[in-house]
């Protein structure tokens, strides 16, 4: 019998279903009320809900709460650091069962290559991961990025069954000054879904962002800049990554009445926050405890998340939509205890029969071997500085007199003044950048990094030059990845082969990895909290207020290298 | 300047709105707010809400509230008499900005010619009419319609861009049964819009249609159901037309919490009922008077329609937005005072601009002429009797016995018995069917129509024959239409030329027309109130208990003729 019969008689009980969940009950997102009896499931659908249904398998789901799986509606697996096989088998037991994948970091070491496996391994996973086409790729003229991808590249992907739009348009400016190449990714997805990527536009700029046809944001990082973006039709998604934390301003935000414009998402959270807190579990339980109503939260984690993407077959635990179900020991806690993937049960034996995908991007570390006199920053005494702050994307332009040595403005460790480097990897000249920056607190040592948004060179921190040299030079020999040195030997590192971005291994032994670095960065002195985090972000020159790349410091307020 | 350029331009303010509405309140429709200030139009899009903006025209609004255009989520444009031009400028003065159109009674008649009239009409509107594809052509296989539509002709217009998916999926039995046909017009369309038609069905039979792919639905006439359907995921629609009045029996769902889940439609409204009571907006200011919020409301009347149906381009005043709004007067009275569909301000001048679409179905009524021989009904005195129930379109499956003259079961005005025909009228062999009615009221002559769900062939009801075979025969003279005729003569008569459904008059000549039409049907002692309305659904054999078509009665429980 065909799926449409067999599903239709399954319904109906004219055949047991393949899957009975059996003694939950359903938290209705329509209502807001509680359905008791069977959910019964035909192949990757749920065909009756609240009556008494006969079933191949019995799935006993006594005393849990059967909510829709989550919707993380707008991500970049790559700031997981594994792959989405690895991202699926860590995060759909949490209970998402569907991600909406920016791929824009491997897009921007790999272009259209990136892309074409980011499409191919969205269909290989448990969850249902749906790619958004990253269009920002380089995010500016300012820094060598792996590719570039145009108008032209990314309307050959838009009718793909797995793209569902053109991803967070994060050159805003390029958008309300009416850029041409802008204008022509803008027209290549008219009708189609437009993420938006614009932090603070606000008044007449916005409406000018929103009538070039963009609808939806994670970018809101207050309660007013979300509010006047949901007044204004954009449906506002509350990130809580592991740099952008934006939970606790946004939630006021979430009411069952503007429910309904509100979605969830991580943006970026690595599996250190992953393991310690969650992921949209997280964000769930901890909106619930700020006094969100669970309706509320329930439907943006899900319903809502769906509604914005136009994805009608979830989103609810109904008959005709797909069986997507955390199964929950409570509404508040969000612990769940089993998780429907479409259907398939989200355990051990179905991660590992998913198969394998091979990998893309290895060697794609190409940087030129660098030595200590590479990273002498000539010039005069008076000198720009990057400020760090703290658990922030955004850095201070300071302006110091420091000390010169022959000519090199020197770090100095009693001052927090320690040199970064931007070394270019993509096998495009080799070019290079130094600076200084405060904040890191390091005393001596390097700490060097293939993950710099969104260029994705390598970045290097550190306080004595042969350190920072090999640091630099040991990610070209693991094809990136992380490392932290010091007294000419290697303290802690991780390979990230895939693209410099993505390691192969399992997550626990990644983020096992992550501690270990942490500490070692910890020995050199450095006080942050997440050090690789926060280099990661220096590099991207779309975020105020000073930057560096490659090609050099960026003063991002003049949007011009200096 | 291309389209989207200026769009940006004008909604920063580089350049002044084509168009700007001063003075008037935006009723937001995410938060519940007013926003005061301008709301600027580019072209057929708002650009910008709230802010001061300059225009090359200015609209003064002042006093006003502005709110969405209504949506119709469903609805049968041929119910209104009128063509679709017609009905644009009869309604959309009104407020209704969109309207989803199953063009079934037209289809019926003509099949692929009358969909493709209608996919060509609806882009000629001032409104924006979105047709969905009449899935049940025809309703069973107990009556002569003028054509089918199989799977294979409706996938073909699948992807036309004015289509929206499958139209109301009337034939629910043969879903739930997996009948062929309707599994090959489910597949066709699987992954779309499938809209439904499931009057009482509950339970297992309610799952095993929706896991069919069914996903919205207009035929809930108590809480109860819509509240199951709802909960079972579907989109609830709440149907106020001229026969299916769902209003008040449905208000009490209609909540803040289920505003984004339940929309409005009128399914068949004729002139009569627009001129007097008013369309959607009737509908609007009676929901709030029964209590409604005024938020759902509106919400259900624009945005949660256009959600429903993924239509993202619309539904809120808001940047990016096509621009579709009504001026009222206040939420309460919703009584327009101007109304732009995409845009252009529906006025006499915008009207008079369309142009004009060529009329299709001309000579549509191709019945053979009929004499009072005809209406003879042959059989025992004990017979049944098809009670007619004021204001409803089932039926009550009587059985009565009756006088009988030389083997004729003749009509009875002292017991409200009335011989009943319909005669095919496709040129399809001129079959014919009779039987008697009570509840008409008449005691002499006869009228009759060519509108008859969903076969429209020729229904007759009468105390005369030969009154009855002249009242049939005008209507192949004058192409279709209604007739009352008594003693020999034509008392009133309106022509429907368009497929004998439509007029080719303004629909303020059709409005007086029916109320002569009533009038006269009145001077025959008819007591029901809408005596053509009721007649066009005797002739419906989905429609329980005791109907009749060109092949005879109909015992709609056991799904079978007489």
């Known amino acids: 019998m065909e799926a449409l019969e067999r599903r239709i008689a399954q319904g109906r009980g004219d055949a047991p279903a393949d899957l009975v969940l059996r003694g939950g009950r359903v938290f209705d997102l329509v209502a807001g009320e509680w ?9 990757d659908m749920i065909v009756s809900v609240g009556a008494r249904c006969d079933g191949e398998v019995i799935l006993d789901v006594s005393d849990l709460v059967l909510v829709p799986g989550f919707i993380d509606a707008h991500l970049h697996i790559e700031s997981s650091l594994i792959t989405p096989l690895e991202f699926d088998r860590c995060v759909a037991p949490r209970g998402v069962t569907t991600a909406i994948w920016d791929p824009h970091e491997i897009a921007n070491v790999l272009g259209a290559e990136g892309l074409a496996w980011a499409l191919e391994t969205s269909g290989r996973t448990l969850m249902d991961i749906r790619v958004m086409l990253s269009s920002c790729v380089p995010s500016t003229e300012m820094e060598t990025s792996g590719a570039r991808l145009d108008a032209e590249a990314l309307a050959a992907l838009a009718d793909h069954p797995r793209a569902l739009g053109l991803a967070e348009f994060m050159n805003y400016p390029g958008v309300i000054h009416r850029d041409p190449g802008c204008m022509a990714k803008l027209r290549a997805f008219a009708g189609r879904h437009i993420d938006g990527h614009a932090p603070m536009l606000t008044g007449r700029d916005l409406d000018a962002y929103l009538a070039a046809g963009v609808r939806t944001e994670h970018e809101a990082t207050s309660a007013a800049e979300g509010a006047e973006k949901m007044r204004k039709g954009m449906r506002v998604f509350i990130r809580e990554g592991s740099v952008s934390k934006d939970l606790h301003a946004l939630a006021p935000l979430l009411t069952e009445r503007t429910s309904p414009f509100m979605a969830l998402c991580t943006d970026d959270r690595n599996p250190l926050d992953i393991a310690e807190s969650g992921h949209l579990d997280h964000s769930i339980r901890t909106l619930i405890a700020l006094g969100c109503p669970p309706l509320a939260v329930y439907r943006a984690a899900s319903l809502s998340a769906a509604e914005a993407f136009g994805l009608k077959d979830r989103g609810l635990i109904a008959p005709g939509r797909r069986a997507d179900i955390a199964a929950l020991d409570s509404l508040e806690s969000c612990r769940a205890q089993a998780v429907l993937c479409g259907g398939a049960r989200a355990d051990a034996a179905a991660f590992a029969a998913r198969g394998t995908v091979a990998p893309v991007g290895r060697g794609s570390v190409k940087a030129r071997r660098v030595s200590a006199e590479d990273f002498r920053w000539e010039g005069p ?14 850095t ?14 020197r770090p100095d460790p009693s001052r927090d003044l320690m040199r970064i480097g931007v070394i270019e990897r993509h096998g495009k000249g080799g070019g290079m950048a130094c600076g200084l920056v405060r904040g890191f607190g390091m005393t001596r040592g390097a700490i ?9 060179n390598i970045a290097v921190v550190g306080a004595d030059y042969a350190d920072m040299a090999q640091a ?23 390979a990230l082969p895939v693209a410099g971005l993505m390691s192969l291994q399992p997550f626990e032994a990644v983020r096992a990895a992550l501690v270990d670095l942490r500490r070692a960065a910890a020995s050199l002195g450095v006080t942050l909290e997440e050090p690789f985090l926060q280099l990661a972000f220096l590099a991207l020159p779309v975020i105020p207020h000073l930057k560096i790349t490659d090609r050099g410091l960026v003063d991002v307020d003049r949007f011009a290298l200096i």
């Open 35 to 43: 359905i008791a009896g069977d959910v019964a499931v035909c192949g």
């Open 396 to 409: 201070e332009h300071l302006i110091e007199d420091v000390e010169t040595l022959a000519g090199d403005r």
């Open 381 to 394: 005494a008076r000198a720009p500085v990057i400020g760090v702050i703290p658990g922030k994307i955004i």
């Open 448 to 456: 060097a990094s293939t993950v710099s948004h969104d260029h994705h």
């Open 472 to 494: 630099a030079n040991r990610l070209g020999e693991i094809e990136g990845g992380f490392a932290v040195v010091a007294g000419g030997g290697v303290l802690a590192e991780l």
